[in-house]
């Protein structure tokens, strides 16, 4: 585990998300002891947490779903490759992560723009949004929404990541490395003024 | 009010995508089935290519020629012909064992495929023009799945 650059706040994973991590290791030990049902397990467990870490780079649903499998298919080839079993959740995120900020550079935004543009749409207008939005979920989704590009992608992979390794999402977000923990808190305490304004909690 | 935890915080930013963003439904099978193919792929036993016939041209520019691969017990003859750009390959398994037989052109999985009949014969008609390998599965799930090395048509 790399040590804490920040010491902000202590780094306890949030303990929904340790379940997926700790299948994510049992499924994988059943493989690789020969059980093909192990591997089903393994993608079935880490391709919904994959989609939500790739989905964060703005790349349009076939452009995610090429990295997703991409990641799958270097899993397999380089499975001696993971020695320690514990570690296979976050290889596989870190090796999605990769090669999506790869794919996003490489890419024209255009296509991602309309998804962006679509999943924004229900936020706006102003004024009758706050009588629309009578529903929690929309107050939640407007919060996180409006968030700015950076805490909306830095709070999603964190979010759905169990351990992000903190080097390569500075370089990621174009930030250095030590002020990741503290843009971390920022953007939580922007969520949570968001959320208290807009009534959500 | 502002009590929110990080773990709150970050459990509502989850939800909040998985709401928002979900998880395409066809994804986790999509992906088991790519995972699966290729771990079997890189597990499968290669049959040996025991004779090669040399290649015959015909009239109209078709050609063919003869492949006999072996494994453990099992015979593959084949015989793969290309007539004005159509390709055509005929299989005959000794001793005749129900099987399904797939093309695996490089690495993606594709849709050509043939059951062995009960004489023991398949065929496969327009594959791509180019190297590919045919993956042979046992119905009797107790014998695992083998392949031919790559050829070329």
Partial sequence: M???????????????????WAQAT????????????????????????????????????TAAEDVIQNTWLALVRRRSAILDPVAVGGWLTTTARREAWRTSGSTAATPVEDDDLALALP??????????????GDRLWAAVDGLPERCRRLLRVVAFENRPDYRELAT???????????TRGRCLAKLRVALIEAGGI | MSELSRDALLEIVRDVWERHDPVPEHLVAAMQAAAA?????????????????????GARGSTSYTLR?????????????VDNGRSRVDGWIVPPEPMTIRALPGERPDTHEAVVSESGRFALTDLPIGVLR????????????????????
Avoid at chain 1, 125 to 136: F, I, W
């Fill in chain 2, 69 to 81: 691969f072996v494994h453990g017990d099992t015979d593959l003859l084949l015989r793969i012909a």
């Fill in chain 1, 172 to 182: 990621e977000l174009g930030m250095p490395v030590g002020s990741i923990g503290p």
């Fill in chain 1, 123 to 136: 936020r706006q207008g102003s004024a009758e949004d706050a009588v629309v939005q009578h529903d929690e």
């Fill in chain 2, 37 to 57: 193919l290729a771990d079997s792929d890189l597990d499968l036993e290669l049959m040996e290519l025991v004779e090669r016939s040399t290649e015959l041209v």
């Fill in chain 2, 134 to 153: 045919l993956r042979l599965e046992p119905h009797d799930t107790a014998r695992p799945a083998f392949a031919t090395p790559a050829f070329e048509i």
């Fill in chain 1, 26 to 61: 049992a499924a994988f030990n059943r493989w690789v002891a020969g059980d093909p049902a192990g591997l089903d397990d393994l993608v079935a467990v880490m391709t919904p947490v994959l989609w939500h870490v790739v989905r964060a780079y703005r790349l349009s649903e």
């Fill in chain 1, 2 to 20: 790399p040590s804490r650059q920040t010491g902000v706040e202590p780094d306890e994973p949030p303990a929904r998300t340790n379940e997926p």
